[in-house]
Each structure stands twice: as structure tokens, then as C-alpha cells.
């Protein structure tokens, strides 16, 4: 009915492309224009000026042989102002793209290993996006954003990476587990140091507090009772401590037994041997 009345309509942002018996024209802005079919005039075409993208899936490989799939986004757009050169220098505009993307992709992914490329993703989206900046721009398209969305490496790559990370979790898992067992031995070397440290202390001053009295006994027994000797106060406190000692077991309901000399001409050799014991411990 249009090209009946002579009028055509161009959408809001798409233009046309007027052409006179053939030969480019005018770019037609959206609205309604006059199209005087009977004088040769004809529309070419339509090209859209909304943004695109372009999802790209690109097989290469790393400086190390391994072989990954980059997935790059390209996001383009052509320029209003160069609208007759987008739609007539290019016949497959997603085609042109996908070379300039390709070539850029395998020549800056090789030269990295396979960390660094994940680790420089940024940097080889900006290569193409210079790249195809250049390029496009003599056939009025406009490069609006380059994402590499992702570098998908063999799946047995995958699991391979994935278990020299586990190992090296579970290496510094067990490092920190043999220092924390290490830290706890020696807190508890030093603790039975310092119990063994205070108990020798401990020890030593029962056995200074027992000379310390015996001696305050037999300095005591010997002023009240003239004529008695050191040695015999020391006799007969032993002998009553001796049978203190015997009572003690006695009396004890679950005592295990406990077998010295007992007789009457025992009790001066038991008496000798804990004087000496005593004695010695005080000169020490």
C-alpha cells in the first residue's frame, strides 16, 4: 500500500537506504518519506542502530599445550553518521567480526600459560577490543564493549587443577595440624617440668621442716631431761614414730602390706638408718 501512495516508513532507530535507479542517495531517518517508485527511486534496505552483541566461542591453546575454549561477548553498534558505509561495505557484518576476534585471540592467548590467561582476561579483551576498534571503524561500526566471558580449559584439565588445589589445601591443613600438636607438647613439657620443678621445692622443705623439728625436740628433751644424749632423744623419737607408722598401717581399712624388721634389736637398726637418711638429707 505504500510504494501504492508512494510513501514508506522507517522505524524508530533503523534507517533506510534511498536509491535512485541503483546508485545510493540519501539515508533515510525514521518517519515517513516519499518514495516516487515511477521516477526510479527504491529503498535498498533497512539497518538497525541498537545495540548488539556478538557471543563468540573460540578454540586455542596456551604457552603449556593446553588446549581451551575462549568465550568472548562483543558488543557493537553501527554509527548513524556513517550509516551508508555499515550497510554497503559489509555484506556479513557477525562474520567480519568473528575473523578480527579469532585472529586476536590466538595470537595473544599462546603467549600466555593457563593461569596467567586467567589471570589477564582483561587484558586480552582490550587487544580485541583496539583490534576491532581499527578495523571497524572504516565500515562505520562502532565497538562499544569487548568481555571475555570465559576461558573453559579440557574438563580433565579442570579436574587435574582442581586436585593440585585440594593437595596444597590439604598440605597446609596438615602443617598446621603437626604445629598445633607440636605447640601442645611442648606447653605440656613445660607443665610437667614446672609440676616436677615444684614438687622437688615442695619435698625439699618437708624434709627441712622434719630436721628443723627433730632438731627443736631433741635441743628441748635434752635441757628438761639432764643427762640424755643427742643420740638417745633421736632413739626415741624414731622408735615412737616407728610405732606410729605401724598403727597408721593397722588402722588403715585397704592398707597394703608392708613387711620390716619389727623385733626388739631390729628397732635400733631401723633407727640408725633413718637417722643417717635424715642426717644426710640435711648436710645435702
Known sequence: MGNLFCCVKV??????????????????????HCMPWFLGKQLAGHLSLRLQQLDLRCETKTKDNVFVNVVASIQ????????????????????????????????????????????????IARAVEEE?????????YEIVQTLIVDIDPDVHVKRAMNEINAAARLRL????????????????????????????????????????GLRDSVLGFSVNVPGTSARD??????????????????????????????????VRDVASQIRDGLLQASHQ
Open 76 to 123: 557493537y553498534r553501527a554509527l548513524a553518521e556513517k550509516a551508508n558505509d555499515a550497510f554497503y561495505k559489509l555484506s556479513n557484518t557477525k562474520t567480519q567480526i568473528q575473523a578480527y576476534v579469532f585472529d586476536v585471540i590466538r595470537a595473544s592467548v599462546p603467549k600466555l600459560n593457563l593461569d596467567d590467561a586467567f589471570e589477564q582476561k582483561s587484558e
Open 173 to 212: 591443613a596438615a602443617n598446621e595440624k603437626a604445629e598445633a600438636e607440636k605447640i601442645l607438647l611442648i606447653k605440656r613439657a613445660e607443665g610437667e617440668a614446672e609440676s616436677k620443678y615444684l614438687s622437688g621445692l615442695g619435698i625439699a622443705r618437708q624434709r627441712q621442716a622434719i630436721v628443723d
Open 11 to 32: 522505524d524508530q532507530s533503523t534507517v533506510a537506504m534511498r536509491e535512485g535507479f541503483g546508485r545510493f542517495e540519501k539515508v533515510l531517518q525514521p518517519g515517513c
Open 132 to 140: 576491532l576498534e581499527k578495523a571497524m571503524s572504516a565500515y562505520g
Open 233 to 266: 632423744v633421736m632413739d626415741m623419737v624414731l622408735v615412737t614414730q616407728y610405732f606410729d607408722t605401724m598403727k597408721d598401717i593397722g588402722a588403715a581399712s585397704k592398707s597394703s602390706a608392708v613387711f620390716i624388721p619389727h623385733g626388739p634389736g631390729a
